[in-house]
């Protein structure tokens, strides 16, 4: 088999591989976890159901891998949140407040799949590693910013999550004008703030 044909296998086999990924996604969003199988995957991606199984060898791998996109998502708007930010307390509480609000309003149905497939780690131990990556990877990036008491970060990233959680439940989800107060006082001993 020449190269090009070996490479184009590959990625299509990439591009299979990810459509899968993201219809996981999907059906979590639409369906919670509860609807997740090889036959609603396989529909939702278009593919034979017998390619769920060729990639994954069962539904656990399936949300192993789902879960670790979603930590790679999150990398990725730490990132972004990163190049947008001057690294200044008052100014990195105000991002964090707009970007949890893009996650209540925008990303709402992502952000509760994400929960649910985070919650469904407390069932199967498979999915712990990943469920936990979320956790350890943002607390790395505080711990790469900023010089505090380890307490103290996951203080601040367990209260962000009951934010979320709250906010997915409000009647009328919040903004970034309601998320800033309470982000204030939670990054005080995190970040150094200005004011």
């Known amino acids: 088999m020449s190269p090009e044909r070996a490479d184009g296998r590959r990625l299509k086999g990439e591009r299979r591989r990810r459509a ?10 639409r369906d919670g976890v509860a609807g ?3 036959r609603a995957i396989a529909r939702e991606a278009g593919v034979p159901p017998a390619s769920i199984a060729y990639y994954f060898a069962g ?20 990132a972004r949140m990163r190049e947008r930010t001057p690294p200044e307390g008052r100014a990195w509480v105000r991002t964090i ?20 497939l985070y919650l469904l780690a407390a069932r199967r131990p498979a999915l712990r590693p990943a469920a936990r990556r979320w956790f350890e990877i943002a607390t790395g990036e505080v711990d790469r910013a900023v010089d505090v008491d380890p307490a103290a970060i996951k203080a601040v990233l367990a209260a962000i999550d009951g934010l979320l959680l709250q906010a ?21 001993p995190v970040l150094a703030d200005d004011g």
């Open 59 to 78: 539904i656990d791998e399936l949300l192993v891998a789902t879960l670790v996109e979603s930590a790679d998502l999150l990398v990725g708007d730490i």
């Open 20 to 29: 899968i990924l993201d219809a996981a996604l999907r059906v979590v969003e």
């Open 36 to 38: 997740v199988s090889h």
């Open 168 to 188: 997915l439940i409000a009647e009328h989800p919040p903004g970034a004008d309601d998320f800033e107060p309470a982000l204030r006082h939670l990054l005080r």
């Open 97 to 116: 407040a707009e970007n949890l609000a893009m996650m209540i309003d925008e990303r709402r149905a992502r952000t509760i799949a994400e929960y649910e």
